[in-house]
């Protein structure tokens, strides 16, 4: 039977409270990862100290753009294809982090607009699964839904 | 460390050559150097040449070995230098360095390539443990959606219109109309370049660099032979190569860190055209023509902010009131740029040189900048790859 599947695992959850990237954080120098590394990279930090850490769901977009003709592969998109936004978000916790947008308008979306970050459908695969990715949706638009 | 002469500059027009290999574009450009120097192959003591993925070099980069195998096995060192579409920079500041340190009297610095049709892909590696891969695979960023992410984030900023980046190419190709090396060499107008295809909004067709077959060459050397050989050598007055660094917010893989201040800038660009420029001694008012990496026409804008040319804001200004054309105060890629050359990624840094090289003897006719006495050339390629050069007469 088809079923919702994520596009790769270990990468996002779904929480009460919203979804979540999974990576880890510096607990000596703060720096957040996603996803997970095993060391830190940066380079004035003294001493490693990875743990695990959810990021999100409160972001604001640094910039976006929309991918007016099909990507070339790896990426994956159901035909006929659509053009889709993406955004860079600077997440509250300190991850800036790429992902597509969510919304009905995607013209409309701008820089420095409030947005959430969801789980929501990328594309189906050939058994008519429903792949799921971390997105970012406009707060306003999901709360005048 | 010595002075460092260039006596030879060569090219292979850019274009898409189906019946040409690489070897034969590598050829004429290397000939056309050796010819402008007055050097025979066999005076050429070491190549330093870009490693292409795409074409040549037997899989393995190695095409300045192919270089060597067509133009003769005289048993001289070859460097292959491989850094994305900073690779021509790269080995341009390679064989400076081999001149420079009394190891080489006259080196050849080649780079040439023929590329696959369409978008560049990415690397094929498909692994879940690959950042580009997951990139690819849970959103789909093409190498353009980076350069309008950028672009979009300069709009908010600086207000810049779409009507002022139609115009950034419409001033590349009135450039490029005057050079018989670059692809696109008819004038366009801001309504075509407004009404060519939407590739990733705010970038439209006209506005990026596609992909070209092309190649350069050049010869560098000693003062003792540079002064054998001509009475107007120009000379190396600084080559600088940087990588990223960790914090400048650039949206490279999946994530970073948000920047203290939000702002992002090319650190590897930055760091080497500053790099550069204080090697040299020489700051952004001593230099009289710049060749940027102008993939897409976001970076003539940026750049020379980025590069203290210019206040943040006001490259649009400069553009506007025409600063940027080669009778300007800060000429930017009077050969037209990579906008009408499209790239043949690891020969681009040495076309770069080839054009101040002319620009400085005052052999580029048409497109001349007036009087150029010091050049600057800056590549950027993947993987946080920056190089700059400074050439002076």
């Known amino acids: ?145 | 460390m010595r002075d460092v002469a260039v006596i030879g500059l060569g090219m292979h027009p850019w274009g898409k050559f189906a019946d040409k290999s690489v070897q034969q574009l590598c050829r004429v450009a290397v000939d056309a150097a050796l010819k402008d120097a007055g050097v025979a192959w066999r005076e050429i003591q070491a190549v330093a040449a870009a490693s292409s993925r795409f074409s040549g070099g037997r899989g393995w980069g190695l095409n300045g070995n192919d270089v060597i195998d067509d133009m003769g096995m005289t048993g001289i060192p070859v460097y292959n230098l491989s850094a994305g579409c900073a690779a021509g920079g790269n080995a341009f500041n390679v064989g400076t360095m081999l001149v420079a340190s009394g190891q080489h009297d006259m080196v050849l610095v080649v780079g040439g390539e023929k590329m696959p049709k369409g978008f560049i892909q990415t690397s094929g590696v498909e692994e879940t443990t690959d950042p580009e891969y997951l990139r690819q695979i849970c959103i789909g960023v093409p190498g353009p959606t980076f350069w309008a992410f950028m672009c979009r984030r300069r709009m908010a900023d600086h207000g810049t219109t779409e009507e002022q980046l139609a115009k950034i190419a419409v001033k590349a190709r009135k450039n490029a109309v005057h050079n018989p090396y670059a692809r696109f060499r008819k004038e366009t107008s801001v309504e075509e370049v407004m009404g060519s295809a939407l590739v990733s909004y705010p970038l439209r067709l006209f506005e990026i660099c596609p992909v070209s077959d092309g190649a350069a060459a050049v010869v560098i050397c000693s003062a003792a032979e540079a002064r054998k050989r001509t009475t107007t050598p120009l000379w190396v007055a600084a080559s600088s190569v940087a990588t990223a660094r960790f914090d400048d917010g650039i949206p490279r893989g999946l994530a970073g860190a948000v920047p203290a201040d939000r702002r992002a800038y090319h650190s590897e660009a930055a760091g080497a055209v500053r790099g550069a420029m204080q090697r040299a001694g020489i700051g952004p008012d001593g230099i009289d023509v710049v060749e940027l990496q102008d993939n897409t026409v976001y970076y003539e804008l940026s750049f020379p902010e980025e590069w203290g040319f210019c206040e943040p804001g006001e490259a649009e200004h400069l553009l506007e009131s025409g600063q940027t054309l080669p009778t300007g105060r800060l000429p930017i890629n009077p050969s037209g740029g990579f906008i009408s050359f499209g790239e043949a990624t690891t020969a681009q840094g040495l076309f770069q040189i080839c054009e101040l090289g002319w620009q400085l003897r005052g052999d580029a006719g048409a497109r001349q900048v007036p009087d150029a006495k010091v050049g600057l050339a800056q590549t950027l390629g993947l993987g946080g790859n920056g190089t700059a050069t400074i050439l002076k007469r």
């Not at chain 1, 000596?28 to 003294?46: L, N, Q, S």
Request: glycine content about 8%.
């Open chain 1, 1 to 145: 039977m088809a079923g919702r599947i994520p596009v790769a695992e270990g990468l996002f959850a779904e929480t009460a409270d919203g979804a979540r990237l999974i990576g880890s954080r510096c607990a000596t120098c703060g720096t957040p990862y996603f996803p997970k590394v095993d060391y830190c990279r940066h380079p004035e930090c003294g001493a490693s100290k990875l743990e695990d850490a959810g990021f999100g769901p409160d972001g604001t977009i640094w910039s976006c753009a929309i991918q007016d003709y099909p990507p070339p592969a790896p990426a994956r998109f159901d035909k006929p294809y659509k053009p889709y936004a993406m955004a860079v978000v600077d997440l509250a916790d300190g991850l800036r982090v790429l992902g597509q947008i969510k919304a009905d308008d995607i013209r409309a979306i701008r820089p420095d607009t409030k947005v959430r970050l969801v789980v929501d459908t990328l594309c189906h695969d050939e058994a008519g699964n429903e792949v799921v990715t971390w997105k970012f949706q406009p707060v306003a638009a999901e709360e005048s839904a």
